[in-house]
């Protein structure tokens, strides 16, 4: 289940590249290179040793499109590899240059473009908070965004990432609706532009930048609320699942955020101590302001109310956000490496049973962590579960009893696309547009290990 070994690493006449980039901003301090060609890869402990060694030749910072296009035109002319990168903040390598050559950093690609109620046209490389600071005053924010929000970019998100907080009301970026439009740059001697429209767009989606780079995103906003961050202690995570359940079911009620964790996970909550009473399972949620009576109601009195307080971003404040979704996995290997973790999707039809069925199965080795989500107009689980990790053999035995059982799995510990999805494959619309848009097979080489170059 570990991928290939790496693509060879490429030759690169870094000056000659340099002469035909011009003016466009780079980077070749060898430090500063191999420090940006990372994220957090070191996760996994398998990917940790596999891609410790992984480093750019040479970092390019465009201003603006017409830097990419001529960035593109020149690692296609020199037969350069070259990956996207944005603020960094993937789990498993999607944008570590494999092969060496160009790392492409999209940072400074920002602002938004434009913005109508329901809709906003934003540049691939706006800090996902920065954009919401953008639209809030016109009374919109983003569907969704990863626990990364206050580091990540849109581009980077719609690239490496699935869903995230607000999944749980409007499903992943691959439900129709979710991604409105990508502008994309292909990379030939003579790069072309793209407009991807709608399904389309899914072209792009958690492709890791393999199927062109994009430069920008039209993607759809919702009703920006006051969030209320919530968490709510149980005598036992069977409670705090069917908790969660009944406010993940509650249409009526505004929410962006339902997370049931089994303790001892949040006893690694150091700065949420005083809200994660001593072996109690926890459901963190985001409630929006005026639905926080029918949110109590349906509690019933169940579970302990901990923490109540409205969702803060600010510059020394810690949004709730940042302890679900993969932050969960994050605050304990903050202070102890022994850990990993897994990325599931429970089957909608028999989703108590089967939560239960593994929580037993792997009882104190693989520790629950749940996000309810929509998937295909259900509600469901995605899971992150901390597993406490012994071998690459008892992992990988772990992921084939979960597939056994029903539960599917996009495995963390590879870094191609294949192993890493649900369904072990390229999607067919990525793998035959890769060869219209990368025909040399130059972007982010290794990571769609099916692909075979057209010329």
Request: hydrophobic fraction near 40%.
């Amino acid at each position: 289940m570990i991928s290939e070994g790496h693509p060879p690493r490429a030759t690169v006449d870094v000056d000659a590249l340099v002469r035909l980039l011009g003016d466009v901003p780079t980077e070749r301090e060898p430090t500063i290179v191999r420090r940006r060609s990372r994220d957090f890869f070191w996760y996994s402990p398998i990917l940790a040793d596999a891609l410790k060694h992984v480093a750019a030749d040479i970092i390019v910072r465009p201003r603006d499109e017409a830097d990419v296009i001529r960035t593109a035109s020149a690692c296609a002319k020199l037969r350069i590899p070259l990956t996207v990168r944005a603020g960094g903040t993937g789990n498993y390598g999607q944008a570590m240059p494999l092969a060496g050559g160009v790392l492409l950093e999209m940072t400074e690609l920002t602002g938004v473009v434009w913005q109508k109620p329901g809709s906003v046209r934003v540049r691939a490389g706006t800090n996902i908070l920065a954009l919401d600071q953008e639209t809030r005053p016109n009374g919109y924010e983003l569907r969704m965004h990863p626990s990364t929000k206050r580091t990540a970019t849109i581009g980077g998100f719609v690239a490496g990432g699935s869903g995230g907080v607000g999944s749980v009301a409007y499903g992943g970026l691959r439900e129709p609706g979710n991604i409105l439009a990508a502008r994309v740059v292909t990379v030939e001697e003579e790069p072309r532009i793209l407009e991807l429209r709608q399904d389309a767009a899914q072209k792009v989606n958690r492709a890791y930048g393999t199927t062109g780079i994009i430069t920008e995103l039209e993607m759809p906003t919702a009703p920006a609320w006051a969030w209320i961050d919530v968490i709510v202690a149980f005598d036992s995570f069977a409670e705090a699942f069917a908790a969660g359940r009944d406010i993940a079911h509650a249409d009526g009620v505004v929410k962006k955020l339902v997370t049931p964790i089994a303790w001892p996970i949040p006893g690694h909550f150091v700065s949420l101590k005083d809200a994660c009473p001593e072996g109690k399972a926890i459901l963190i949620c985001m409630i929006a302001e005026p639905f926080m009576e029918s949110f109590e109601a349906i509690l019933g009195g169940r579970g302990t109310l901990t923490y109540r307080a409205p969702s803060r971003e600010e510059p020394g404040e810690t949004p709730l956000y940042e302890y679900a979704w993969n932050h969960t996995t994050l605050q304990w290997l903050k202070t102890d490496r022994s850990i990993t973790y897994l990325q599931l999707l429970y089957p909608h039809d028999r989703l108590e049973e089967s939560v239960r069925q593994m929580a037993a199965l792997f009882e104190g080795e693989v520790l629950p962590h749940l996000e309810f989500i929509r998937f295909g107009g259900r509600v469901t689980c995605s899971a992150l579960p901390v597993v406490r990790y012994t071998s690459p053999e008892r992992l990988f035995e772990i992921i084939r009893l979960h597939e056994e059982h029903g539960v599917m799995v996009a495995n963390p510990h590879v870094f191609g696309l294949e192993g890493g999805s649900r369904h072990k494959r390229a999607e067919a619309d990525q793998l035959g547009f890769k060869a219209q848009v990368d025909p040399m097979g130059l972007l982010n080489p290794g990571k769609m290990e099916s692909f075979v170059p057209v010329r």
